[in-house]
């Protein structure tokens, strides 16, 4: 698994959440879940060598996807605040 590849589809399907309707969010937010699986998987491997601030990354990231996908309040921030989290 290429990571850079994989945090830019991440991106890229939280740019397209933002166009869709709330079924069609929650379909995203389920690849994208899938995707971060992926990643903390991969991150268990760099862990053992020291790399655990990806950790709490890759947590965060997965509760901005969440909100986008309207399955969490959010905090009451707007759509807008959870996807220029994802997209940084």
Same mark, same amino acid.
Do not use: C, F
């Given at each position: ?10 991106? #890229? ?15 995203? +937010? ?13 991150? #268990? ?7 655990? +601030? ?25 759509? #807008? ?8």
């Amino acid at each position: 698994m290429d990571v850079d590849r994989t945090l830019n589809r991440i991106e #890229e399907l939280g740019l397209q959440m933002r166009e869709l309707p709330d079924i069609e969010r929650a379909t995203v +937010y389920a690849v994208i879940r899938t995707l971060i699986q992926d990643l903390e998987e991969k991150n #268990e491997t760099l862990k053992k060598n020291g790399h655990g +601030y990806v950790t709490e990354k890759l947590r965060e990231l997965t509760w901005h996807a969440q909100s986008l996908a309207h399955l969490d309040d959010g905090n009451n921030h707007s759509d #807008e605040k959870h996807w220029i989290s994802i997209v940084i």
